[in-house]
């Protein structure tokens, strides 16, 4: 599955742009963020993807996970929010 | 529905706890959140909720969405978490 990387400088609208062309091609998309400010503008691209997508009647949701990364050897704890139709 | 208000300062276990009791006695419920970091919290909740819930055979999903609030006469854009069985 496309993972798509978000971080606090992400702009929403560009995320939800992506993960619409992704979940149109593919079916669904992940997104992985790390740190309060990175999650905040990945649960806005969610918010917004919905809009873009539901006019082909799509219901999309959201499923949130950890998942454990090491990022230049420290052990990082980053969050996934997998986005599918319902 | 019943509206959980999560802030910056709230345990995501103690969240997750509240938000799986409500989805036990009314099959679903909503997050509502202010600010990056207490959006993380909400999100984190979600995630542990999920656990909790697992091994009633449910597998929640939440459904992001912005919400227009007035606080102290000032307009906020909150977050919304809707978070119910797929």
Known sequence: ???????????????????AGVIREKGRAELQ???AGAINQAVKAVAIARGLIAPSGLDLV????????????????????????R
Chains 1, 2 share one sequence.
């Open 62 to 85: 959201c499923i949130p996970a950890f998942t454990d990364l090491v990022i230049a050897g420290e052990p990082r704890t980053a969050i996934r929010l997998i986005v599918e139709p």
């Open 33 to 35: 963020a790390i740190g």
């Open 1 to 19: 599955m496309d993972v798509l990387k978000v971080s606090a400088r992400s702009n929403p609208n560009a995320v939800a742009g992506a993960l």
